[in-house]
């Protein structure tokens, strides 16, 4: 993070102490579970881990900024369905179960700390920001057309694992060509989006106005965000895999203890693991078991 953004942020923070108002972090994000988790399209540990490690971190400054700290987690999933070909059916079913999921931490959570979870489809209009991302993605196209092979190839590490072949539409009789102009595709619509979308006449009017400021955790170790240099945390302890693509599991330590993280799909399916019935009361199906996944962690 610049010097510059750091400043800014420090600004917003003096400011909400000076004038008596809440602080506002905005969590913009995919609002899907990735298709790869057992859970999917519902929630699982990793939303629960997460909100448990913000509120660890965050309660802190309630006691330093008197008007308190308000959460907002946004999701952007009206864009996937076109980006990553999600099921719109299973995009509702996720903002169900995060929603209900956010809820239940607002009712319990410290004094001075507050959640909230809104769809950008709930209050703008979406259908414009999609015109403008499709009408501006032949361009788009052109301009990645002309990358070398390593920028290529950079530019979709992370979209190469996004596209769900079996969404929307079904993508797996595509060859290998066809998948790969797919997974351009996706990378670029996102970055088009990431650039377009948040304009100050779009959503970038309100994610970084005011004394709010915008809050990412895998995004913010991608090269998108070496230019908007978001406020990148954790996703929770020892992990920056994001909350709606991991899966939420305890680790086991040397001293015997049990650790909860977010791991991602590699760290799943390449480490033993195994169930833990959870002592929790009244938990959706999802939730009702833990997992300890043995990575050789201290």
């Known amino acids: 993070m610049s010097l510059e953004r750091r400043l800014a942020i420090e600004s ?88 209900a999921l956010v809820s239940r931490y ?15 489809s709930e209050r703008y209009d979406t259908a414009t920001i999609t015109d403008v991302v499709l009408n501006a993605m032949p361009s788009r196209l052109s301009e990645f057309g002309s990358l070398d092979d390593d920028a290529r190839a950079i530019e979709l590490k992370r979209s190469t694992r996004s596209v769900n072949w079996r969404g929307w539409s079904d993508l797996t009789s595509l060859d290998t060509s066809e998948r790969e102009a797919r997974v351009v595709y996706a990378r670029v619509m996102e970055k088009t989006f990431s650039d377009l979308g948040f304009l100050p006449e779009h959503v970038g009017g309100y994610y970084e106005a005011d004394l709010r400021s915008c809050v990412v955790f895998s995004w913010g170790t991608s090269l998108d965000n070496a230019v908007k240099q978001f406020l ?18 305890v ?43 043995d990575l050789g962690i201290a």
């Open 12 to 99: 917003k923070i003096r400011r909400s102490i000076e004038e008596d108002r809440p602080l506002g972090l905005v969590v913009p994000f995919g609002g899907y579970k990735h298709f790869w988790n057992p859970s999917a399209p519902l929630v699982d540990w990793a939303e629960v881990f997460h909100l448990e490690f913000m509120i660890h971190h965050l309660t802190p400054l309630t006691s330093v900024i008197p008007a308190g700290v308000r959460i907002e987690y946004v999701s952007e999933d009206f864009i996937v369905p076109l980006m990553d070909n999600y099921l719109p059916a299973d995009l509702d079913r996720y903002a169900e179960s995060f929603r």
């Open 106 to 120: 607002q009712a319990v959570l410290p004094a001075g700390l507050a959640f909230d979870f809104w769809r950008l």
């Open 232 to 249: 990148t945390l954790h996703s929770a302890p020892g992990s920056t895999v994001d909350h709606w693509i991991g899966r939420g599991v």
């Open 251 to 293: 680790i086991p330590t040397r001293d015997e203890r049990l650790r909860t993280t977010i791991v991602s799909r590699t760290q799943y399916e390449a480490s033993p693991w195994s169930k833990i019935p959870s002592r929790i009361e009244n938990l959706d199906s999802n939730l009702r078991n833990l997992e300890t996944v």
